[in-house]
């Protein structure tokens, strides 16, 4: 089926990334289809002209003198008329056109034919192979966009590959680090420390009631005796007699006595932070 300038109007393409210009291609487009629709006017001009010949061609061979008939006898003349003073003018008419004549008009006749049929030809033919180029055009741009269609969808499809690869190594580290520190949880070390926490406050109850009520000895959970009496008399024998003091040691033996309260808290204290560091690690 021959194209018309509607198909060609109506044409569409597929749009891709880094192909023609859409306006240039419009352009180009309008411009062979106005070009098609001079040669399809022209060649309709030219067949109609044609078909006006013919009918001129036809009329022109009806137009020929009749067959001449035989001589009748004729009758007897009539009276003669006077004639008026004013005879008007014969009328004349065409003469008929000889035969020579008739084969030149006959001969520019299918002239004219044969050059409307050339012109359509012409143009019919000038229009498939634009056509053609245009489809061509068409068939390698697809091909293009169907290959870098395919690169992208490999270049994602590696891309996805290792991203699933990075995420299981995280997931199985994650995974590595939240069961460690379940363990840590789950660690007996803890119910360890819970009851360090309870001796200690225990020990710091036995303790302000020692700084409230001054006893002389007082009981710890390792089973050690504490005793404030020989502690000040140790320390009292290995202090050197200042004269300058005289007598007095009233002062020395308070900070003594301050000394030897604080020093059993001091160790608790210690021991509470190993007992915390171990539990921890």
Partial sequence: ??????DIHNKEFTKSFRGYDVDEVNDFLDEIIKDFEFFTREKKQLEQQVEELQQELEQAMDQQLPPIQEASPQPPAPAQQPQPRYQ??????????????LSSMEQSIHKSIRVAQEV??????NAKKEAELIVQEAEKNAD???NEALQKARAIHSELFDLKQKATIYRARFRTLVQSHMDILDNSDWESLEELEEGLEEAGEQLNQYAQSGPETMSLESGEQFSTQEYSAQDFNTQEFNPTIGNDDSGYAESSYMDEEDEPRRD?????RKMKRKAMF
């Fill in 1 to 6: 089926m021959p194209l018309s300038p509607l």
């Fill in 88 to 101: 008007a003018p014969e009328q004349s008419y065409p003469a008929t056109p000889s035969p020579a004549a």
């Fill in 120 to 125: 359509a030809e012409e143009v019919r033919l």
């Fill in 144 to 146: 293009r966009i169907i």
């Fill in 268 to 272: 608790l204290r210690r021991t509470s």
